[in-house]
């Protein structure tokens, strides 16, 4: 239990979701790249964090996005971004209240917005360089945490139908520069973490060329579980997942979230996703395996709207916290 990574992922900014996000008609499409401004809500972050250190919450995975002026790249900050040291200062304080923070930077092509220009130029000489500086800035912030998680999901096609400027890797290329990140990672100490879906529709290929030093983090956000139908095709694949990622010698941080999906019916909530996804998977992964269980709530601290979604996935981590304890 006390080596368990008890986690909620937060998002320090918000360019992560393709290069149409914050665009407004009259931008200029080729310059323009996300939100403009920072929209952090520090009040309920320290809200946030506090309920995380009663609830024994002891991680948060945090997004940096374009939230932090990287200091060998400040020209990918924007308004309102974290100094170097501001972030410093809030990884100690976290510390002192017995959580650990854990950098996450997206390199998959669907999310990386918050490269700016750079984002359009992968797979070149300047993008490893500019990555592999911004990587080196992390850990100079950070100092030598024991994961940097690099995203690395949904880069595909059919993920990118609305961007401005849609673009993706595959086959040789795709792994070429995924093994380069990891590298990046190992070289300064650290384990990379990503997203697992590429195992969904790679299976043989993954197993065979995955490292098994990176973190895995395949996610499932349905309601139905094992003997049950699912309610999409597609999902059973992905809760399959965590047992064969088992078998095939992974470490593993399952992920949940209360994040409805779009094929919920109006009104309903998917809070009882992370339980069954503890449940399901203290019986699918070997503990020597599972490291951990990360709670999504893909909201970002802006403002009320925002708190229920946000504090209720950290006290639904709580509640498992509890129940894990009292087996």
């Given at each position: 239990m006390?080596?368990?990574?008890?986690?909620?992922?937060?998002?320090?900014?918000?360019?992560?979701c393709?290069?149409?996000?914050?665009?407004?008609?009259?931008?200029?499409?080729?310059?323009?790249?996300?939100?403009?401004?920072?929209?952090?809500?520090?009040?309920?972050?320290?809200?946030a964090?506090?309920?995380?250190?009663?609830?024994?919450v002891?991680?948060?995975?945090?997004?940096l996005?374009?939230?932090v002026?990287?200091?060998?790249?400040?020209?990918l900050?924007?308004?309102g971004?974290?100094?170097?040291?501001?972030?410093?200062?809030?990884?100690v304080?976290l510390?002192?209240?017995?959580?650990?923070a854990?950098p996450?930077?997206?390199f998959?092509t669907?999310?990386?917005?918050?490269?700016?220009?750079?984002?359009?130029m992968?797979?070149?000489?300047?993008?490893?360089?500019?990555?592999?500086e911004i990587?080196?800035?992390?850990?100079?912030?950070?100092?030598?945490p024991?994961?940097f998680?690099i995203?690395?999901?949904?880069?595909?096609?059919?993920?990118q139908?609305?961007?401005?400027?849609?673009?993706?890797?595959?086959?040789?290329?795709?792994?070429?520069?995924?093994l380069?990140?990891?590298?990046?990672?190992?070289?300064?100490?650290?384990?990379?973490?990503?997203?697992?879906?590429?195992f969904?529709?790679h299976?043989?290929?993954?197993?065979?060329?995955?490292?098994?030093?990176?973190?895995?983090?395949?996610?499932?956000?349905?309601?139905?579980?094992?003997?049950?139908?699912?309610e999409?095709?597609?999902?059973a694949?992905?809760?399959?997942?965590?047992?064969?990622?088992d078998?095939?010698?992974?470490?593993?941080?399952?992920?949940?979230?209360?994040?409805?999906?779009p094929y919920?019916k109006?009104?309903?909530s998917?809070?009882?996703?992370?339980?069954g996804?503890?449940?399901?998977?203290?019986k699918?992964?070997?503990p020597?395996r599972?490291?951990?269980?990360?709670?999504?709530?893909?909201?970002?601290?802006?403002?009320?709207?925002?708190r229920?979604?946000?504090?209720?996935a950290?006290?639904?981590?709580?509640?498992?916290?509890?129940?894990?304890n009292?087996?």
């Amino acid at each position: 239990m006390n080596d368990l990574m008890w986690a909620t992922l937060f998002h320090l900014g918000r360019n992560f979701c393709g290069d149409n996000a914050g665009f407004k008609v009259g931008d200029n499409p080729v310059t323009s790249f996300g939100f403009k401004k920072m929209e952090f809500d520090e009040a309920m972050w320290r809200e946030a964090t506090e309920r995380m250190r009663k609830g024994g919450v002891n991680t948060v995975v945090l997004d940096l996005c374009e939230g932090v002026v990287y200091p060998s790249h400040p020209e990918l900050a924007v308004k309102g971004s974290w100094s170097a040291d501001k972030l410093k200062g809030e990884i100690v304080r976290l510390a002192r209240m017995g959580i650990t923070a854990i950098p996450k930077l997206n390199f998959s092509t669907c999310h990386d917005d918050w490269l700016g220009e750079y984002s359009r130029m992968i797979s070149t000489r300047t993008y490893y360089r500019v990555c592999s500086e911004i990587i080196a800035d992390v850990f100079d912030i950070f100092g030598t945490p024991r994961f940097f998680h690099i995203g690395y999901d949904e880069e595909t096609a059919s993920n990118q139908t609305s961007y401005l400027f849609a673009c993706m890797r595959q086959n040789e290329l795709w792994w070429h520069d995924f093994l380069f990140f990891v590298k990046e990672i190992e070289k300064h100490g650290a384990r990379a973490w990503i997203w697992s879906d590429y195992f969904w529709d790679h299976e043989e290929e993954f197993l065979k060329r995955m490292p098994r030093s990176v973190l895995q983090s395949n996610w499932y956000y349905g309601r139905r579980w094992e003997g049950e139908p699912p309610e999409r095709p597609y999902e059973a694949k992905r809760l399959a997942a965590f047992g064969k990622l088992d078998k095939a010698g992974f470490d593993q941080v399952p992920t949940g979230t209360n994040w409805v999906p779009p094929y919920f019916k109006k009104g309903e909530s998917n809070d009882a996703n992370f339980a069954g996804l503890v449940k399901h998977c203290r019986k699918h992964i070997d503990p020597k395996r599972l490291k951990g269980f990360l709670n999504a709530s893909w909201s970002s601290v802006l403002n009320e709207s925002r708190r229920k979604r946000v504090f209720d996935a950290i006290e639904q981590v709580a509640a498992e916290i509890k129940g894990w304890n009292a087996k």
